[in-house]
């Protein structure tokens, strides 16, 4: 659920607001759910619930805060409430059992450092790349997505899932971990040197 409160507000201030505040991240919104759904028909559906639930919001909003920030997190309760119950979506007991497969300190930073930054991801977004990001359980995608390709900061990502910075840094070393033995087979192939992996963070 949006935990905001419903606040009424003029439609000729509410559509100015929007178009100010909320549109420049209309291309960002379908990304991230296109990366969520892996299907463009559910991605712009998604875009568009959020947008509707948005603009019911949009009193809500304090201008010049992070409306991005805000949008994204609209999304992804669309998204957990509406799109994770489809057949095609990842189950809580999946989710489960590859985060105990993953077990560390909850707190603490990833021992390796297995930091795949933006720049790194966007070079390498071939299809075996996109392949890897989708088949993660839903909990690890949506924290790979938000840090390394939308770089949002532990304290933003904490507010849109709702979850302690702790588990923030958690789910990400632990969805990292997950990718960076997906794809070592296929960064060798791309010329990477994936045994320096723990040594400088990248392929």
């Given at each position: 659920m949006l935990e905001v409160e419903e606040k009424s507000i003029a439609p000729e201030k509410a559509k100015a607001l929007f178009e100010k505040e909320f549109m420049p991240h209309l291309d960002a919104m379908y990304n991230f759910a296109l990366r969520l759904t892996n299907d463009e028909e559910d991605a712009h559906d998604l875009v568009q619930d959020t947008c509707l639930k948005a603009y019911r919001f949009i009193g809500s909003f304090e201008p010049g805060t992070y409306a991005k920030a805000w949008l994204f997190r609209i999304l992804k309760n669309n998204f957990i409430n509406d799109y994770r119950k489809k057949s095609r979506g990842p189950?809580?007991?999946?989710?489960?059992?590859?985060?105990?497969?993953?077990?560390?300190?909850?707190?603490?930073?990833?021992?390796?450092?297995?930091?795949?930054?933006?720049?790194?991801?966007?070079?390498?977004?071939?299809?075996?790349?996109?392949?890897?990001?989708?088949?993660?359980?839903?909990?690890?995608?949506?924290?790979?997505?938000?840090?390394?390709?939308?770089d949002f900061s532990y304290e933003e990502m904490a507010k849109i899932l709702n979850i302690p910075i702790g588990t923030v840094r958690s789910r990400l070393h632990r969805g990292r971990a997950i990718l960076k033995d997906t794809l070592a087979s296929y960064a060798k192939k791309r010329g990477y040197q994936t045994d320096s992996l723990s040594a400088n963070g990248t392929f």
């Open positions: 189950s809580k007991v999946e989710f489960e059992w590859v985060e105990q497969a993953y077990v560390g300190e909850e707190d603490a930073e990833p021992a390796f450092q297995a930091d795949l930054k933006a720049e790194t991801v966007n070079e390498m977004m071939g299809d075996e790349i996109t392949k890897a990001i989708q088949a993660l359980p839903v909990d690890f995608r949506m924290i790979i997505i938000l840090c390394d390709l939308e």
